[in-house]
């Protein structure tokens, strides 16, 4: 039996979570529901950030970026300010929360099953724990952008 000994081994390949599909009530009023199913995605590569697309029956779909902690927190108590925030629905019989994203554009509020989302967050969670979130970002390379500003454009 053969074993390798050698210190350059392949890195396996990152641990994969399929994107979560939810049914979601969009409240168009105090009484209005419009059923609607968002797309939720995770990146091993920007764990901090899950991708959610509001899938539309007719027109462009809606992409928003939400922070991967305030969903987590949101499926149990106030999370976020400004843009995107969330917070538990009073007890029923089905779990949920209230999803509200704000723009200059558009006000939207979605009412979100917690349980199917806290199962998958929980995957995420396992593939990449939060202590972990930014380990793999380049903070020399922000920062120098960030202090030289932007680049002007080649001519």
């Known amino acids: 039996m053969h074993r ?3 210190p350059l081994r ?3 390949a990152p641990e994969f979570v399929p994107s979560l599909f939810l049914d979601l009530d ?3 009023d105090e009484f209005t529901r419009l059923p609607m199913r968002a797309k939720f995605s995770f990146d091993p590569d920007m764990p901090a950030v899950i991708t959610v697309e509001f899938l539309a029956e007719r027109g462009p779909s809606l992409i928003w970026h939400i922070g991967r902690g305030l969903l987590q927190l ?3 108590a106030m999370s976020g300010s400004g843009d995107v925030r969330m917070w538990p629905t009073l ?17 939207a509020l979605f009412r979100v099953p917690t349980a199917s989302l806290g199962e998958w967050l929980d995957a995420t969670y396992r593939i990449t724990p939060s202590t972990a979130e930014m380990d793999g970002l380049d903070w020399d390379g922000f920062l120098a952008e960030l202090l030289d500003g932007p680049e002007a454009p080649a001519a």
């Open 4 to 6: 390798d000994q050698s």
């Open 10 to 12: 392949a890195r396996s």
């Open 74 to 76: 949101g499926l149990s």
């Open 91 to 107: 007890p029923e019989e089905q779990p949920s929360s209230w999803l509200l994203l704000e723009s200059q554009e558009v006000e």
């Open 26 to 28: 969009q409240m168009l």
